[in-house]
């Protein structure tokens, strides 16, 4: 096995162009463990570990570009204040993963249960991709990950990072497993509102082959709160059942399975509970800030 | 003259001494058996099954002999001796032919330089099976028309006891059925070996393992070679916890190191372990449990099955065990307890930790608290009303004449104070919550419970067997001053018994260095280090040889600087009616040896009626769990356990604390998560993955109390405590679920599902007939099957 070393961004490109084959490594922690268990064998690697270019994070306004190589120990560092992804960051695995691990992995593995993929989809992310040949191109969440452990970028390409609108609004992500931490997703979830576009934001792991988003419950939601005055004052009342109608909806856009982690039957139920706590949640919090304000 | 002989000797018995191997196990430069090496060495690897019932109709090796880097491939044709080896009963063929029992039952084996060079050979290897029908369940193993997996049928043992009067009636009865799941010991350190052929035609086999000796009775025969040409030597071992008792890499490292003339290691990954190691036998238990209206218990009645897979490991002991414990440490008048041990198509079963008795607490531990509900009484005044003591009567009529401080346990584990009530939703850290780092919740649906579990334990091999421990001891002079040097094969697994034997010479021989000589087979057996038998065992042989020494020390004071009076030793000297006479180091021209071999008392089979004194001893624990349940997600976090822990007298209380901890940990992943889940008998998780053990994240805080009453006539009043904590957390934490939810949950582990009622009770129509055997003795001894293990205790 080779392992090539880039310095630079342009240096890994060039590489990643001139060896499609090549396989990117960042912190190797979901690769290696392909490696080990020979489910992979590639024959050259790149080690994008030393590019500065990838491992940095920009915010202009509410504009915000987290590069591929950020671990998720610098996420929740360096970005606390991203509330989704913060909490889907300190979620991941353990102290050495979260070290390791790192966004551009998350998207390169493409898993339905990537913890930070239901943030990106909540946030209508861009990936931004980026080759030698072509240069940057920026593609949908969704028209990236396109299946199971499947990605739409091309040979030559290399992740660059992710780009999305920061969100004023409550929001969380909560992911359902067997154990305390470390564990793979049995279902995940990220809720957001976006009070300025009033617009709620549901997005799903675990009970789909890619990350969902639940399009009919956020049109729901966004019209009960228009109904209610709610995007308005936030200390105006949700109407009674809402909260119920929203996660039966919520539901309604999973198709899971059964598996050796849970049953599609419980997964339903644990989708159903996690989008009434979120949205509850937001709500209370919208109307504790509204009180102090 | 050193001025240290002159201190007070530390690290003796009672002390918690600093583990011999705790530094560099911390430090991370402790050799594992994974971390063996030989300059010229091969890499072993293994063809498995990946049927659980198959006819093997052809076996194509000429691909994979061709291979780059191969220099073996070897099948069941090339096995030199015998075919069939085994713990218990020869049952286990070294690679399969003709048929595999079991998916991952190894059918051939493959040397090469490097170990990817080995498995991709193995890939090359051609097997054609013809798929038979599985027998997948243990229920359906009995039915007469099943497929028969050995020329015996599909019973492995069956255990009966019959106790007083079966039939009496009682004014309460309750009844329950009980499941609990297959569990894997999960050890760190997967299994690995290193064999080097020898000049005489021997091997030497360097490998992680709980038994040397019983290991090399098994290899053997099987490389057509005399067991002193098999030497073998303990490679670090990283865990073990019943795993490493019957063989893995053992024979098959051997045979490729004597075909290629060249050192062979074998090292499996983690999938490989999961399937190369037996596991906690799965349990189906019916019980019936009658008692007075005062709440005395007058009967039990209980049926057992468990599932031991496709060969007889030690199954036919696990269900000796489970079945004499079945009705826990209670005295009842009456019972009548049948236990089942079957064959099927699925993965083998065989020791792990609690060895049968945690299924059987699992399920008299919920007995006792439907059976407190029922009579309207407090569940713990329940269990003290009906506690064993010196002097009870078990079902099997054996006395109990050792130390029995159940009330004791209880009390401590029941009157420690509880946690504080939680802080009300918005002031706790999600992290803290049922969920931990999942963020899923901020108090919703939580529900704190309340659960209790007592349970017992015999100590050491039991019905007959004399499992002896051989140790030498040699005491000379150093640089330093004295060195006692301490031998035996008895293996060190991680709980810390090599440092148990330095704390017994030291104690013996007032001398505070001392060495431990690598465990091999140049001395006779030192048994399994498994049934918490060690600390009684080695300590045993260990203060034995000591004696020796000592008597011989006394002798020289006598004869060569002719002190008189009371001789004892302490800090370096001999002293003569209390006064230091002489320096132990001015005795020492000559060393000292004594080798001393220590048997525990003789127990007894069981008889027709399953009655006999069949245990040596026996050890009690009692837990009380709180947990915290969030009944809408079916998620649980232990908030604490209590674990009190019969001890018989602490060598160091810091490793018993230790044991309480870790085995707490084991029993509480068999309450919440662990299952090896099989898939019409393929185990479906084998990995870390999906196979899931608490992190420290899921442990709760343990608070051990330790009981000493010693135990008369052993060493130093010890019992063992390596399975006490599991024994009992698995049935105290599912009781606090129970407490909790308020539901059934009769099975471990409890899943989320079982929480928010996605999943009904497990349910049985009815109690298994028993089936029709000539009596207590396992089947395959029945057919003449050849002995495993218990020809060792012959050789002394
Ligand atoms: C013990 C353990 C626990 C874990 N727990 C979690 C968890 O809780 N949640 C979770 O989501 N994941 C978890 N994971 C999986 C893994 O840590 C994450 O998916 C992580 O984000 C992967 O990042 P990495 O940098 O290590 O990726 P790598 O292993 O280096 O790469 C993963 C894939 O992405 C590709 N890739 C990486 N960077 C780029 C790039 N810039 N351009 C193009 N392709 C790229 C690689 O070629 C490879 O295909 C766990 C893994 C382990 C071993």
Not at chain 2, 25 to 49: P, Q
Not at chain 2, 479 to 501: D, I, K, M, N, R
Not at chain 2, 656 to 672: I, M, P, R, Y
Not at chain 2, 698 to 714: N, S
Request: glycine letters at 10%; hydrophobic letters at 45%.
């Amino acid at each position: 096995m080779e392992v090539l070393l880039p310095r630079t961004l342009e240096e890994a490109l060039a590489m990643k162009a001139s060896t499609p084959e090549a396989v990117p490594i960042a912190g190797g922690t979901d690769l290696m463990v392909e490696i080990n268990f020979d489910h992979a064998r590639p024959e050259i690697l790149i080690d994008l570990t030393r590019v500065a270019e990838l491992a940095s994070w920009r915010l202009d306004g509410d504009r915000l570009f987290v590069g591929a190589g950020m671990t998720y120990a610098r996420l929740l560092r360096e970005l606390p204040q991203m509330r989704a992804l913060a909490e889907a960051s300190r979620s991941v695995g353990s102290p050495q993963i979260r070290n390791r691990g790192t966004l551009g992995g998350n998207l390169g593995t493409a898993s339905p249960a990537g913890d930070s993929l239901p943030v990106l989809a909540a946030h209508d992310a861009e990936v931004v991709l980026i080759s030698a040949a072509r240069g940057e191109r920026s593609v949908p969440w969704d028209a990236f990950l396109v299946g199971v452990k499947r990605t739409s970028a091309r040979p030559d390409e290399l992740i660059l990072g992710a780009r999305w609108r920061a969100l004023g609004g409550p929001q969380s992500f909560s992911k359902v497993g067997t154990r305390n931490a470390m564990v793979i997703a049995v279902v995940s979830l990220c809720f957001a509102l976006d009070p300025e576009a009033r617009t709620a934001r549901v997005a799903l792991g675990s009970v789909a082959p890619t990350v969902v988003r639940a399009p009919e419950a956020e049109a729901f939601l966004a019209a009960a709160f228009e109904d209610a005055g709610v995007w308005d004052d936030p200390g105006a009342p949700v109407p009674g059942g809402t909260v119920e109608a929203f996660a039966e909806r919520v539901v309604a856009a999973t198709r899971p399975i059964d598996d050796v982690r849970g049953s599609a039957a419980y997964r339903r139920h644990a989708v159903r509970v996690l989008a009434q706590r979120a949205l509850r949640w937001a709500v209370g919090e919208r109307a504790t800030e509204a009180m102090v304000s | 003259m050193s001025t240290q002989l002159r201190e007070r000797v530390r690290g003796v018995v009672g002390e918690s001494a600093p583990r011999i191997d705790g530094v560099p196990k911390v430090k991370g430069t402790f050799a594992y058996g994974s971390d063996l090496w030989h300059e010229r060495m091969l890499w072993g690897a293994t063809l498995r099954s990946p049927h659980p019932h198959a006819r093997i109709r052809r076996i194509e090796v000429g691909d994979a002999v061709a291979a780059p880097g191969v220099h073996a491939v070897l099948t069941a044709d090339d096995v030199p001796g015998k075919k069939l080896y085994g713990l218990e009963f020869a049952d286990t063929p070294v690679l399969a032919w003709d048929r595999v029992l079991y998916a991952g039952q190894p059918v051939a084996i493959v040397a090469a330089e490097t170990p990817e060079l080995a498995r991709r050979a193995v890939a090359r290897i051609v097997v054609e099976y013809e798929v038979l029908p599985a027998v997948t369940d243990m229920e359906r193993a009995l039915d007469p028309a099943a497929p028969k997996l050995h020329e015996w049928g599909n019973v492995l043992r069956h255990v009966r006891i019959e106790h007083g009067d079966p039939d009496a009636e009682a004014e309460v009865w309750v009844e329950g059925y009980y499941e609990t799941a297959m569990q894997d010991q999960a050890p760190l350190g997967p299994e690995a070996g290193l064999a080097i052929p020898a000049e005489d035609g021997g091997v030497d086999l360097i490998v992680s393992t709980q038994w040397l000796h019983v290991d090399r009775q098994q290899i053997a025969p099987c490389l057509g070679l005399p067991e002193e040409k098999v030497r073998l030597t303990l490679a670090g071992v990283g865990g073990a916890f019943g795993s490493r008792e019957d063989l893995h890499m053992q024979i098959h490292a051997c045979l490729l190191a004597l075909y290629t003339n060249r050192p062979v290691k074998m090292s499996y990954d983690r999938r490989e372990s999961f399937l190369a190691h037996v596991h906690r036998h799965p349990s189906r238990i019916w019980m019936r449990t009658g008692a007075s209206r005062e709440g005395k218990l007058v009967n039990v009645r209980a049926r057992l099955l468990i599932d031991g897979g496709a060969f007889a490991s030690s199954s036919p002991a696990v269900i000796g065990n489970a079945t004499t414990f079945a009705a826990g440490p209670y005295e009842v008048p009456n019972a009548l307890i049948e236990g089942t041990a079957v064959y099927t198509n699925n993965p083998p079963c065989g020791a792990m930790r609690g060895f049968g008795a945690p299924q059987v607490c699992f399920a008299h531990e919920a007995q006792m608290d439907r059976l407190a509900r029922e009579l309207g009484i407090d569940p713990i005044e329940l269990r003290l009303m009906n506690a064993v003591h010196t002097g009870s009567v078990l079902p099997t009529g054996q006395v109990v004449r050792g130390s029995a401080p159940v009330r004791e346990v209880i009390e401590l584990a029941r009157s420690a104070s509880l946690p504080p009530e939680p802080e009300p939703p918005p002031m706790r850290h999600p992290m803290t919550l049922p969920g931990g780092a999942g963020n899923v919740g901020r108090g919703e649906g939580l529900r704190r419970g309340v659960g209790f579990a007592v349970g017992y334990k015999n100590i050491a091999y039991s019905e007959g067997f004399d499992d002896f421990h051989q140790a030498r001891v040699t005491l000379a002079a150093g640089p330093g001053g004295p060195v006692v040097e301490v031998h035996s094969a008895g293996v060190e697994c991680g709980q810390g018994f090599s440092t148990v034997l330095a704390q017994v010479a030291r104690t013996e021989l007032g001398v505070d260095r001392v060495t431990l000589h690598a465990a091999d087979t140049q001395l006779d057996s030192a048994g399994s280090t498994s049934a918490s038998r060690q600390t009684l065992m080695g300590g045993g042989a260990v203060q034995l040889a000591c004696a020796a020494v000592r008597q011989e020390l006394f002798d020289r004071a006598r004869s060569r600087v002719g002190v008189t009076g009371a001789l004892s030793l302490a800090d370096g000297w001999v002293l003569a009616e209390g006064v230091r006479a002489v320096e132990i180091a001015d005795l020492l021209e000559t060393p000292i040896t004594a080798t001393r071999t220590f048997h525990h008392r003789r127990t007894t089979p069981l008889d027709e009626r399953g009655q006999g004194d069949v245990h040596v001893m026996f050890a009690f624990a009692a837990q009380r769990a709180v947990v915290e349940v969030d009944v809408e997600l079916g998620l649980v976090r232990v908030v604490q356990v209590v674990s009190a822990i019969d001890a018989g007298r602490a060598i160091n209380p810091q490793a018993v604390e230790g044991q309480s901890e870790g085995g707490t940990a084991q029993g509480l992943g068999l309450a919440v998560m662990e299952e090896l889940q099989l898939r019409d008998g393929v185990i479906a998780n084998a990995s870390f993955t999906d196979y899931l053990i608490p992190t420290i994240l899921d442990m709760p805080p343990v608070r051990t109390e330790i009981v000493e009453v010693p135990e008369p006539d052993v060493p130093f009043g010890a019992k063992g405590v390596g399975e006490h904590a599991t024994i009992v957390s698995t049935a105290a934490i599912v009781a606090a679920i129970r407490d909790a939810t308020g539901r059934e949950l009769n099975r471990a582990p409890v899943r989320p599902d079982d929480v928010v009622g996605l999943r009904l009770p497990a349910s049985s129509a009815s109690w298994p007939p028993a089936p029709d055997v000539p009596g207590q003795e396992p089947l395959p001894a029945y057919h003449g099957v050849a002995r495993g293990q218990s020809a060792l205790t012959q050789s002394s």
